[in-house]
């Protein structure tokens, strides 16, 4: 390991970061040191800064492109990748205001730092490479930011450069000395630890012996090191240990790709891959720290397991992981190119009734069943609808806290996963625990006979309006309004809340119909904006075709129907309200389910640790 600064690292190498790396990930608390460290050495008159690590692998191979005029060898980024990238978005940011105010000789440095032609001195990985370029050599790029690693370089980007104009606008009259300044900051003080690898499978050693500043490692790549540092520690044979680091690296690659096309967290889906492979009980999940047991992948201590298990299991585990990735990202973001029709249809109603963390494991295995032809259709569709209800009546409808049942869906997660039980049983078993959260009895008895403030549930309420606006919709086709666009400003109250002294209203409404029937689901409907009704009457609220916005002329089918009663009365509200309890009993009523019932629910419910099951 030596010391060297930018200058000298850049110089006759082409650095790319292998895919099976995780993005970008720094974000503005990295920035802003970033920019702290490198203004001190200007300020300050500070010689040099140690900024961190760079560590390179080269092939014994060593291959080479050209770039320019030259062949030079290309390197992959082991650690450092935020670094480099970071000084790259800021170096391309300086020079472009150096060649603004007339100092045009600095574009001859542009090659030895950034890019020549189409090609950039460092290659970012994955769907950033194309939109960095574009960054660096445009200021803008003719991609749209679409994944959360294109995102943050463009945000880098512009807090950069937002810092840089910040600082130019305080030092007016010596921007060109501040400039070069910056530059010769960028690349000559700060000095950086250089550590060039031989050998691909020394990487996880490497990062098992150093830590770097930064922002921290993530338990995917803390766990990826470790893989590479067991097999580098306790496999002997040259082309076993290749093969099991390409396995490693390969499967990384996959992992990475499939959680940023749905922006979604490394750590829930590692916690999905410990619980079907490791352990079902939550309370055993420790996060990272879990793997490296004896009882896991032991490093040293074979007594619980011998080293050929444990190679047995690192290649189980790396290969159903890229597996749960593959899954974990088409349930976590539904589109209709991972899922037919049916299924994006009850996985879009999953997702928007929240709490979609506590069944992902169950989830997961159930659909890798269903890949691989082992359930048929109508069971999945089964299931899945068996899950919304759930959702429905134990989070939205009970309030029930985010985590419950955790154990028995990760219990239920392990029975598919390893065949244990069928998934119609299973089914069925979650129809029992929602009749012990949610008694059916008393769920029909309670919506029929008891009032209560529905817009004090507002994610119960515009669930249920939402769903029904599908329902009068006959499912043909998508409603007027957005799941994310509901606000309480899409929540109409029919019957205004506060309507004028001298209004219809008071007339035809009793105080105890209103103080009943006020924030009743029956006087409530979806809308684009109450504000457009406020306190009229029901003449003007429900106009008619072609006045202009009203119920009547309303694009959401649930306004044209109240538009049908000739006047909103407490009676026509009643009617209302039986259309809407027949309505949701109908949806989320699970009765003809109930030959199963749950014994042992509540036995399991008191193991239940209290955690954020999001990690």
Known sequence: MEKKTLSNILEGKIFQIPDYQRGYAWEEKQWEEFVQDIDALIDDKIISHYTGTIVIYQANTKPTENYGTKRLEVVDIVDGQQRLTTCSLYLSIIFKELIKIG??????????????????????????????LDLIAKGVSNIEANSVHQTRISNAYSYLRNHIIEQLKI?????????????????RKLNFSFYPIEVESEIGMTFELMNSRGKDLSSMELLKNYLMYWVYRNINDDSEKESF???????WKEVYVNISKCNGSESQCLRIAWTLFVSHTPKNWSGYNGFKSDEVIPLRNFNKKNKDQVKEFILKFVDGLALISKHYSALIKPTNKASDEKELYLLTKIKNAGNVANYLPLLVAVRIKKENGELEDDEYSDFLKSIEIFSYRVFLWEGKRSNAGISTFYRWADDIFSSKHSLRSVTEWIYGTINWYSDESIFRKSLKEDFFDWYKWRRLLKY?????????????????????????????????????VNSKWLKKWPAEDISKYLNDISNLVLTKDNSRYRNFEFERKKGSSGTGYSYSNSDIRQERKIAEFEDWTPENCKIRRNQLIDWIIQNWGIEKHLQVLMEDIAEEEEEVVFEDINT
């Open 103 to 132: 100092l045009s000789d600095f574009t001859a440095e542009i090659p030895i730092y950034l890019y020549s032609g189409g090609k950039s001195k460092l290659r970012l990985n994955n769907d950033t490479s194309d939109f960095y």
């Open 171 to 187: 030092r007016k009259d010596k921007e060109e000395e501040y400039l070069k300044d910056l530059f010769d900051a960028v690349i």
């Open 245 to 251: 680091t390409k396995t490693i690296n390969k499967t």
């Open 464 to 500: 249920t309006l939402y769903e029904y606006e599908f329902f009068l919709l006959k499912d043909k086709n998508k409603p007027k309004l957005d799941w994310e666009d509901l606000t309480d400003a899409t929540l109409e109250h029919i019957l205004p809340q506060t309507p004028d």
